[in-house]
């Protein structure tokens, strides 16, 4: 067994089932956004300080810690690749209720997440585009699978940008039928998403089981990176305790199902890639919980909590 193993082999969803894992993330972005409302985005002005170092942490400062990375460890082609795409995607469709549970600026974490949402329709595309290039393994990759900006563009505009403006539509004319909808939509769309990545790594489990470790290891140290740069970024400004808390959940955790589903479109289901946004997407689930149990029994100064 060779180290380009995983940099040959392809994981093939057929049509129909890259259809439903289409409707699936778009019904999860769709659930995400009848929390959402006109007035998360007017905070953008009456909070600029502590929303624009949320993106800053997302959307620049985590590529770069990748790169960096990247460069260190010289992963497998496909897993760097991989990473990028990752680092690439907006936020965790749970962020805001593992930032919740963390007893973190909850208004922030939603607010982050729909402009994060709209920032991604191009900032995704531009970040792996531009990370990916940067390092000669990846730049070769990139260059065989030749990706039109704008496909990737348009594909992610009906991934994120519609449920989101759909979602927002139903908010604004029933707040109470949305609730009541994303209860519901939050969890029944989360397990079935969870169910298809589950899927994808049972049909392909001979060749994952051999890179199982290397790949959780890597994912693992990845993710706390990505925690550490939100939490570093936010207490660096000098947020409150509770804008931390949101930004370094917003960082850490990021819409890996996003990357997975661009992975099998355009990369035709890279064994790497696949294979590391696959593991993100269960293990942030974990560590987001970890954390958020961790700063749940942490009580907030009753000053901040004022704030």
């Given amino acids: ?13 057929d049509s129909q089932t890259l ?3 289409n409707a699936v993330l778009a019904l999860v972005m769709f659930g995400i956004a009848l929390e959402i409302s006109v007035e998360d985005f007017k905070r953008l002005f009456q909070s600029p300080k502590s929303i624009f170092t949320g993106i800053f942490s997302q959307f620049l400062l985590l590529p770069l810690i990748t790169f960096l990375l990247v460069w260190l460890i010289e992963p497998i082609p496909s897993i760097a690749l991989g990473m990028f795409m990752v680092a690439a995607c907006p936020g965790g469709n749970i962020s805001n209720f593992i930032t919740h549970l963390a007893k ?46 704008f496909e990737m563009v348009k594909l992610v505009s009906l991934l994120l940008a519609i449920p989101l403006v759909l979602g927002m539509w139903v908010n604004y004319l029933s707040p109470v039928l949305a609730k009541r909808m994303a209860k519901v939509l939050k969890w029944v769309s989360l397990l079935f998403f969870i ?21 959780f290891w890597i994912v693992i140290f990845h ?13 660096l400004i000098g947020l409150t305790n509770r804008d931390v808390r949101s930004i ?29 946004a696959a593991f993100w997407g269960i293990w942030h689930l974990v560590s987001g919980l970890v954390l958020s149990g961790i700063w749940g029994f942490k009580p907030i100064e009753k000053e901040e909590l004022a704030s």
């Fill in 1 to 13: 067994m060779t180290d380009t193993v995983l940099d040959t082999i392809h994981i093939n969803f």
């Fill in 19 to 21: 259809w439903i894992l």
């Fill in 104 to 149: 973190g600026n909850s208004a922030l974490s939603v607010s982050l997440t729909a402009v994060a949402t709209l920032l991604a329709v191009f900032m995704t595309p531009i970040n792996l585009q531009f990370w990916g290039s940067l390092y000669g393994p990846t730049a070769s990759i990139l260059r065989d699978v030749a990706i039109s900006p």
């Fill in 195 to 215: 169910s298809l990545i589950f899927l994808a790594l049972y049909k392909n489990r001979e060749i994952f089981m051999d890179y199982v470790f290397y790949v």
């Fill in 223 to 235: 993710n706390l990176l990505a925690f550490l740069t939100g939490f570093s970024i936010a207490k």
């Fill in 248 to 276: 370094t959940i917003e960082t850490g955790i990021q819409n890996s199902g996003l990357g997975l589903l661009l992975i099998f479109t355009f990369f035709d289901g890279l064994g790497g890639m696949a294979l590391l």
